[in-house]
């Protein structure tokens, strides 16, 4: 029913970039609150990234502010994570996520690793 497959993952040099995907079936996408998650070994997880279902209205983590950028696009129902000048400590699973308060909705992808590793 719901899916949110995540993609364009893997291992990528310090200072690189790399982009992830969520690709989003079985809801209504554009009513949705979009969001990107990660979770490093020994930690617990974290907000990366929000896009709001309208207005384009954007928050992220101080972390990677001004590094990271999220998108969306509601005709392909998919969201998008651009990352640049990549960290080690942007090693992590990413996660993404679908939420919508209204409804008490709230949805998660599987997961993604990304490694920043020279």
């Known amino acids: 029913q719901v899916q949110l497959v995540e993609s364009g993952g893997g291992l990528v040099q310090p200072g690189g970039s790399l982009t992830l995907s969520c690709a989003a079936s079985g809801f209504t996408f554009s009513l949705y609150r979009m969001g990107w998650y990660r979770q490093a070994p020994g930690k617990e997880r974290e907000l990366v990234a929000l896009i709001a279902n309208s207005g384009g209205s954007t928050d992220y983590a101080d972390s990677v502010k001004g590094r990271f950028t999220i998108s969306r696009d509601d005709a392909r129902d998919t969201v998008y994570l651009q990352m640049s000048s990549l960290k080690s400590e942007d090693t992590a699973v990413y996660y993404c996520?679908?939420?919508?308060?209204?409804?008490?909705?709230?949805?998660w992808g599987q997961g993604i690793q990304v490694t920043v590793s020279s």
């Open positions: 996520n679908a939420n919508r308060l209204v409804t008490r909705r709230d949805y």
